[in-house]
């Protein structure tokens, strides 16, 4: 089977395409049913990636491609969606699947759709001209820890893979084509702070706030577990704080815990004991376990799951187009210090040999400095 036509696609092909004046900053409004809520908050690095990947795209006239990599919880599969409309507004021929599965052909008449498994080959894709210069933009994630259909990332298509570390998701083409490995890095402060009017919870939360009493407010946050009991360790006799400085305590709060990627820091938000549970429980760790974890993140490698819980991965840039390296460290202050009291309570290491252990790991020098601290 190929491609069918796909009718509430069009409306973003009609509003973007060739759209090259129309702004899709600070935020980009995409009323789908695949994105509640529909608005993208457009990072700072979403600009500076999409032009690292043009630029890769026309120098290599189409040959590598782009693996975009790092923290789970960055926003990389959102960015597809911006790199989509970015292309549109160039006016590019675009297949998008945002989960590995569903297809979308953006050609230059219509939209199309179709799945990954009925796509077998490379002859249901529009052909391409007799110039190498001429491609089909391929933006694709994966969630399972599977690589790509091979349709996805050979010629004619040109493929940017957003992908957590884990090479087994992209190992083959990687080796077929070369791309370019890129990354986002975690959220800062200010967009964690801008973000959160774009959450599912965000409007609940707030009217929640709105309480007059103690008891009121008690009541309307049942749904957001362990929020009132944040909230109370800030409150002053019965004086309710303004809805306004309780959210920034909260955001704060979810911070000070949970670090920097944007998925732990809103969930821990919302849903503040189940985050503190999941974390505590991923503090059994020995430190043999701990070393493998960082030296496998510091080589864009994921080790096991537990290890996002506590470890956390942010790129540095030596050049525009050049492949990212990886610095690695505790996700957050309170992470290191519950990881490290767990660890000193059940292994006999001193913190020279723990030291010992992680250094000589590249990227690991954030990790070294705080068993030194």
Not at 302 to 307: F, L, M
Not at 318 to 344: P, R
Request: net charge negative; proline share 6%.
């Amino acid at each position: 089977m190929g491609f069918g036509r796909h009718t509430p696609w069009q409306d973003i092909k009609r509003d973007w395409y060739g759209e090259k004046e129309q702004s899709v900053s600070p935020s980009l409004s995409l009323p789908l049913l695949e994105l509640e809520p529909p608005t993208i908050l457009v990072r700072d690095c979403y600009v500076t990636t999409f032009d690292r990947i043009w630029a890769k795209a026309f120098q290599s006239e189409g040959k590598n491609g782009t693996i975009l990599s790092g923290q789970p919880g960055t926003g990389k599969t959102l960015f597809l969606y911006y790199l989509l409309v970015r292309l549109l507004q160039q006016k590019q021929k675009v297949l998008f699947s945002p989960d590995g599965e569903v297809l979308y052909l953006f050609n230059d008449d219509h939209v199309y759709e179709s799945s990954t498994s009925e796509i077998k080959t490379s002859r249901h894709l529009p052909k391409s001209k007799s110039t190498s210069k001429i491609f089909l933009w391929s933006l694709f994630d994966i969630e399972e820890a599977m690589e790509p259909k091979g349709f996805l990332t050979r010629r004619p298509c040109l493929p940017v893979q957003a992908t957590s570390p884990d090479p087994s998701q992209y190992k083959t083409w990687r080796e077929e084509r070369y791309p370019l490995l890129t990354a986002l890095p975690l959220w800062t402060d200010k967009e964690l702070l801008a973000g959160l009017p774009f959450q599912d919870e965000y409007p609940a939360l707030m009217e929640a706030l709105q309480a007059n009493t103690l008891e009121e407010l008690d009541l309307q946050l049942s749904r957001f577990s362990g929020v009132f009991e944040v909230l109370q360790e800030y409150q002053e006799d019965e004086k309710l704080l303004p809805p306004a400085q309780a959210l920034t305590l909260l955001l704060e709060n979810a911070i000070h815990h949970f670090g920097h990627s944007a998925r732990d820091v809103y969930m821990g938000l919302f849903d503040y004991r189940r985050s503190l549970n999941l974390h505590k429980g991923a503090f059994h760790i020995t430190y043999e376990k701990l070393r493998e974890a960082v030296a496998a993140l510091a080589h864009g490698e994921t080790p096991y799951s537990i290890s996002d819980l506590i470890l956390s991965v942010s790129p540095a840039f030596s050049g525009a187009l050049d492949d990212v390296s990886w610095k690695v460290d505790f996700k957050s202050d309170w992470v290191a210090k519950c990881v490290d009291e767990q660890l000193g309570a059940v292994e006999d290491t001193t913190t020279y040999q723990q030291v010992d252990l992680l250094q000589g790991i590249p990227g690991a020098a954030c990790i070294v400095g705080r068993f030194l601290s």
